[in-house]
Each structure stands twice: as structure tokens, then as C-alpha cells.
């Protein structure tokens, strides 16, 4: 018997368009069999929206629930409520009596020390003053980076005679001893290693608890660009969905030279979670002056860090073709963004449907490199963010030139540009809690202005119904999560519920837009 619901009496955006709205649609069984107008079916049985705005449900397209996942004890050290060192020392000192058990680490996540009012990083004399006797790591808000304390070093091993891994940086003081900064990924897991893991229970619990988070939101889809943050995350993400998890989820492992992935069958890239591709890293993060660039940062003879070696990015690659999944490559710096289109754009794309390659940020993007990605044989994707520039202006600030402002994050410029283009949040790798929020990157797309009033580009602004397209139509055209994006017959009946219109409030009170329902596939995952 089919289960079929009609919902009225609603502004809703279907996604087929900027000013494509309608009044009602049905849903059946899970899935959207009819949208309209509401005078339509005035005399069927209906569940009555009372004039709200409904969205399709939203996809966040880049973020982290493995590293949450995996990362579930570490206490917020984001900001506005961590603003200096100081107040690390305090969040991690009143965090460290609920640590229990004998063998855990004092963890945290999420500072930003461009915001501190000297402007450094801490070091594990700082973090000493957390604890002396049991190891206290916390991780920047880029999750590139992190700082350590003394006992996190013994227990790694690191010293004076440590070599810095290839790509990565053990910052050291004036004697050349090592001072707890961690610069890059590989440097971070020559301390984060010896983290005990949370066990298998705890990790699906949370991976559970965080679905109902994205719920909260709004957001019924994700990828995780960089699930290997958890041993098997494949197994986790599909033991959560016994457990309750809702939210469609695709599955990007790091490519580890290393550790070579093994091959996918078909059943691993289907279903609610799935294997969707792999992801490289290219390069750092401007917010700490490490993304790779072609001129020097301000001020410097730095050029930031290149992370991977063609031949391992090309290897990855080949992986992603063989085993027909995406190419997903973290380049924010442009020499990292012509290297990805160097390497790539003369290949035959391997992929129907969806881009092969995905980069991923994509910071400083000029009018010829669009019409370079354009050009090429290769079919590229882009996901990006407003949330970045609106949250960690101040290492923007700082790291780039005057001339490459109006580069930076051109939103408008890649709309009119790329079609298969998202909005998403980086979730925790960026310098704000909640940096999830959809209603936070659309405000910051519209308005182009930082977390401290500043403008910051304003000619790439976007209006609200386009930014929308960007977590919902256009970023379904980013990866293979499959039916989520649209509401229209065919797609999956998953939509939220605004408690306030969008598209009508003030552009400065955007952000403070909630949702008060979420449905996915049909159920109500969600009410505030």
C-alpha cells in the first residue's frame, strides 16, 4: 500500500531554477511524484505548512564527519569564544578534569590564531600549563595544523634529531628544539598516532548523533572529503544507518601512497552511504600562509607547501578511473589550481553525468581560469565556500596581495562559470563554530561581508535564490549522491522547513534564519 503525504499551503523552491516556486507537492513512498500549485488539490487530505518556505534538503558537499566522528572528545576551542591564547589555556584546563581514562589525551579543535591579539600560534609551553603529566594536543581550525605539549612530543618521540616529514613542518624555537607547533597533515599524524581511537561503538554513536545535527540544519546529504579519518568508515557509516543515521553520505578515502586503497565492487559504491571517490591534497591552507602559491606571501619569501608529488596525485587518479569514482583534490593556492588542470585537463574524463575531478576550495580564481577549466578535455567540478573568508578574514588579510582580493572566492564569477559548483562548510577545518549553518555561507554569499563587518569583495556577490542552487540543485551535479537536491518528481521527498522566508528577510538577518523541520525520503527527521 503506498504511503502517500500532501503537503500545502507553502512557499517552496523547487531547485528546477532562480524563481521556479510552487504552493504544494505530494510525496509517495519516499520519493516526489507531484509538485504544483495548491488550488490543484484543494479538496484532498493535506498536511498544512502554514505559508513557511520550504527548501529541498540541503547537501553540505565538503565537510568532516569522520574527523568528528573520530575526534567526538575533543572540547571547541573555535572562535568567537576562543579569541586568544589565554583562552585556550582556560577551555582546555576546564576540559581536562572530564577526561577519565588513564590512557586519553587532553584533545581540542578549532583555534584561530590569526584572531589572538598578538597573532601566534601557541606552543607546547603554552599547553604545558594545561598539563605536565598527560598529553594535551589541540587542532587549528584548518585541521591542517596543530599545536602540542611536551608530553605529546616524548610520547611521539620528537626531537631536536627528528626530520621533518616530507611536506610538513615540527616547528622548532631558536635552539632548534622542537615548540609543539604541528605545520601539516603529515606532521600532525606523527603526533596524532598515538591518540588511542575511540572504539567502533563510540565512533557509530557519534556518527548517529552528528546525523541528527545535519538535520538540524536542514542538511540531508554530505561527502566526507577525507573519511579515512576513521579506520573503516565504510563499516561505521553503514552501522550508524542500523542505528538511525538518515542522512545520505558520500565517502571520500585519502590517498595514501603508503597504504594503497584496496579495489571497490559495486556494492561499495551504492546505497545511502557509499564510496563516492578519493582525495588528495595538494597543498595547505591560506589561513596559515601554507596553500601553494605562485608569487611570495606579503611580507615573505614563502611560497606555502606543496604536499603531494605528481606521481601520486596521477596515481590516485588512475585509482579513481579504475575504479569509476571521482578524483576529489584539495588545491586553495593557484599554483596548486594550475597544477590540478596541468596534470589533468588533457584526460579523457572517466565519469557520465558528474565531474571526474572535484577541486576542492578553490581560493584565488581569475577569469582565465575558468576559461581554462572550460576548455580542457577533462570535466571539472568545484566545491568552495563563503565561510571561509567570512570566518578567517584575518589570515586573508594577511595572506593575500591587494590585487588577488577580487579572485578570492568570486563566487559570482564560478556561477556564471562552472555549472557543477557547490557551496559547503569544511566542517570543523574552519575558524567558526557552527560553520555548518547554511543560513551563515548564504548570508556571507549575499553580502560579501566578514564576521567583523568588513567588506570583502563585493562584486562576487549572489543573490539568496542563488546561493540556494548551491546547496541544493548545482551541488547535486558535484557528486553522485544520488535524487537529494530537487524537489520534483523522482527526487527524494527530503526538504526543510524555514521558520522564517529566506528569500524576503533583510540580507542582514539572513544567518539568523532557522530551520524548523526537516523530512527525509518522507519521515520527519527533524522538528525545533
Given at each position: ?231 573503516d568508515p565504510l563499516e561505521v557509516f553503514r552501522a550508524a544507518v542500523e542505528r538511525g543515521l538518515r542522512t545520505s553520505v558520500a565517502l ?97 574524463p572517466w565519469l557520465d553525468g558528474i565531474p571526474s575531478v572535484r577541486i576542492e576550495h578553490a581560493t584565488i580564481v581569475t577569469d582565465d ?160
Amino acid at each position: 500500500m503506498t504511503n502517500t503525504q500532501l503537503f500545502t499551503n507553502a512557499k517552496v523552491f523547487t531547485g528546477a531554477s532562480e524563481s521556479a516556486f510552487a504552493s504544494a507537492f505530494r510525496v509517495a513512498d519516499g520519493v516526489v511524484d507531484w509538485v504544483g500549485d495548491a488550488a490543484e488539490v484543494a479538496d484532498e487530505s493535506s498536511i498544512d505548512l502554514g505559508g513557511r518556505t520550504v527548501v529541498p534538503g540541503l547537501i553540505d558537499s565538503h565537510t568532516h564527519p569522520a574527523l568528528m566522528a573520530g575526534t567526538a572528545a575533543a572540547v571547541e576551542c573555535f572562535p568567537p569564544a576562543v579569541m586568544s591564547v589565554d583562552d585556550l589555556v582556560t577551555v582546555l584546563t576546564g576540559h581536562a578534569p572530564h577526561v577519565v581514562a588513564p590512557d586519553a589525551w587532553i584533545l581540542g579543535r578549532g583555534f584561530d590564531d590569526t584572531k589572538f591579539p598578538d597573532g601566534r600560534m601557541p606552543t607546547a609551553k603554552d599547553l604545558d600549563l594545561v598539563s605536565t603529566e598527560r598529553p594535551v594536543l589541540v587542532w587549528r581550525c584548518d585541521a591542517h595544523s596543530a599545536v602540542c605539549n611536551s608530553k605529546a612530543l616524548e610520547i611521539a618521540g620528537i626531537t631536536a634529531e627528528t626530520p621533518d616529514p616530507e611536506g610538513a613542518r615540527f616547528e622548532r624555537d631558536e635552539n632548534g628544539q622542537p615548540n609543539g607547533v604541528l605545520t601539516e597533515i603529515a606532521a600532525v599524524a606523527a603526533v596524532t598516532a598515538f591518540i588511542p581511537a575511540p572504539t567502533r561503538d563510540e565512533q557509530i554513536d557519534a556518527v548517529v548523533v552528528l546525523g541528527e545535527e545535519f538535520a538540524s540544519r536542514g542538511i540531508v546529504a554530505v561527502c566526507d572529503l577525507l573519511s579515512t579519518r576513521l579506520s573503516d568508515p565504510l563499516e561505521v557509516f553503514r552501522a550508524a544507518v542500523e542505528r538511525g543515521l538518515r542522512t545520505s553520505v558520500a565517502l571520500y578515502p585519502g590517498w595514501n601512497p603508503a597504504h594503497p586503497l584496496a579495489e571497490l565492487t559495486d556494492g561499495d559504491k551504492a546505497g545511502q552511504v557509499r564510496i563516492a571517490g578519493v582525495k588528495v591534497i595538494l597543498d595547505g591552507a591560506y589561513s596559515n600562509r601554507t596553500a601553494w602559491v605562485h608569487e611570495p606571501y606579503p611580507q615573505s619569501c614563502d611560497h606555502g607547501l606543496r604536499v603531494v608529488e605528481d606521481e601520486d596525485a596521477l596515481a590516485a587518479g588512475e585509482w579513481a578511473r579504475r575504479n569509476g569514482v571521482q578524483l576529489a583534490v584539495h588545491a586553495m593556492g593557484d599554483r596548486a589550481l594550475d597544477r590540478v588542470v596541468d596534470l589533468f585537463g588533457d584526460m579523457q574524463p572517466w565519469l557520465d553525468g558528474i565531474p571526474s575531478v572535484r577541486i576542492e576550495h578553490a581560493t584565488i580564481v581569475t577569469d582565465d581560469y575558468v576559461h581554462r577549466l572550460n576548455e580542457a578535455r577533462m570535466h571539472f567540478g568545484i566545491a568552495t565556500h563563503t565561510v571561509f573568508f567570512f570566518a578567517e578574514y584575518d589570515g586573508y588579510e594577511k595572506a593575500l596581495r591587494a590585487e588577488q582580493v577580487p579572485d578570492a572566492y568570486p563566487i559570482a564569477r564560478l556561477y556564471d562559470g562552472v555549472e557543477a559548483l557547490s557551496l559547503s562548510s569544511d566542517r570543523p577545518a574552519t575558524a567558526w563554530s557552527g560553520a555548518d549553518d547554511v543560513m551563515l555561507s548564504i548570508e556571507a554569499a549575499v553580502r560579501r561581508r566578514t564576521y567583523n563587518g568588513i567588506d570583502f569583495g563585493p562584486e562576487a556577490a549572489i543573490t539568496v535564490a542563488q546561493a540556494m542552487l548551491l546547496y541544493t540543485a548545482r551541488a547535486r551535479l558535484v557528486s553522485p549522491l544520488e535524487n537529494v537536491g530537487m524537489l520534483q518528481p523522482g527526487f527524494d521527498g527530503s526538504f526543510a522547513v524555514l521558520e522564517r522566508d529566506v528569500f524576503t528577510v533583510p540580507t542582514d538577518e539572513i544567518a539568523s534564519v532557522r530551520v524548523a523541520e526537516t523530512w527525509i525520503r518522507g519521515e520527519q527527521a527533524f522538528v525545533r
